[in-house]
T-cell receptor, first 116, second 111 residues
Framework: DAGVTQSPTHLIKTRGQQVTLRCSPI?????VSWYQQVLGQGPQFIFQ???????GRGNFPDRFSARQFPNYSSELNVNALLLGDSALYLC???????????????FGQGTRLTVV | ELKVEQNPLFLSMQEGKNYTIYCNYS?????LYWYRQDPGKSLESLFV?????AVKQEGRLMASLDTKARLSTLHITAAVHDLSATYFC???????????FGTGTSLTVIP
């Protein structure tokens, strides 16, 4: 079975540009979350989607947005990129809602975004 | 907001030795996860701890959870070089039931 897949794996953008990152969850998983990991730090929560609805949002500016499609894949969009947005962006998928017992999350390999 | 503190932040240990990584968190959480991350790689799930007193073991690693003390530990027994990585604890909480990650513990096992 394929795990969580993210694309692209690496990306270089210029300040002020916009970027779209993509995530395909494990087959059958309905919940997708996005995390930002700045070098040397732990991941920070950005968004969670379950059954195509936003279920949680972290402390990120409105330049960050996301959506989940009927096939449960997801996109993360970041507008007006800043140098500080350079990070590893991780997508996590889970079988059910996060509140469910034994909900285990599996992370993709991440997208390394560099803003210059 | 749930705060997570891991210590030590950096750990260098010799092969064959034992050590414990501590994870303290600030507010109630009913579940906690441990992840491993190799340099430049994603997060690999190690343990899911779902209740007070939970203990799980896999190979040379053993994790425990004390929800009353808001403390989890990751014990390493007879370390080997392959265990060198960064280890994160991540209690779950918040309105979106998100993970709250600490800064991680960077473990280096020296032959």
């Amino acid at each position: 079975d394929a795990g969580v897949t993210q694309s692209p794996t690496h990306l270089i953008k210029t300040r002020g540009q916009q970027v779209t990152l993509r995530c395909s969850p494990i087959s059958g998983h309905k919940s997708v979350s996005w995390y930002q990991q700045v070098l040397g730090q732990g991941p920070q929560f950005i968004f969670q989607y379950y059954e195509k609805e936003e279920r949680g949002r972290g402390n990120f500016p409105d330049r960050f947005s996301a959506r989940q499609f009927p096939n449960y894949s997801s996109e993360l969009n970041v507008n007006a990129l800043l140098l500080g947005d350079s990070a590893l962006y991780l997508c996590a998928s889970s079988l059910g809602a996060w509140g469910a017992q034994r909900a285990e999350a599996f992370f993709g390999q991440g997208t390394r975004l560099t803003v210059v | 907001e749930l705060k997570v503190e891991q210590n030590p932040l950096f750990l260098s240990m010799q092969e064959g030795k034992n050590y414990t990584i501590y994870c303290n968190y600030s507010t109630t959480s009913d579940r906690l996860y441990w992840y491993r991350q190799d340099p430049g790689k994603s997060l690999e799930s190690l343990f899911v701890l779902l209740s007070n007193g939970a203990v799980k073991q896999e190979g040379r690693l053993m994790a425990s959870l004390d929800t009353k003390a808001r403390l989890s530990t990751l014990h390493i027994t007879a370390a080997v070089h392959d265990l060198s990585a960064t280890y994160f604890c991540a209690p779950m909480g918040g309105t979106g039931n998100q993970f709250y990650f600490g800064t991680g513990t960077s473990l280096t096992v020296i032959p």
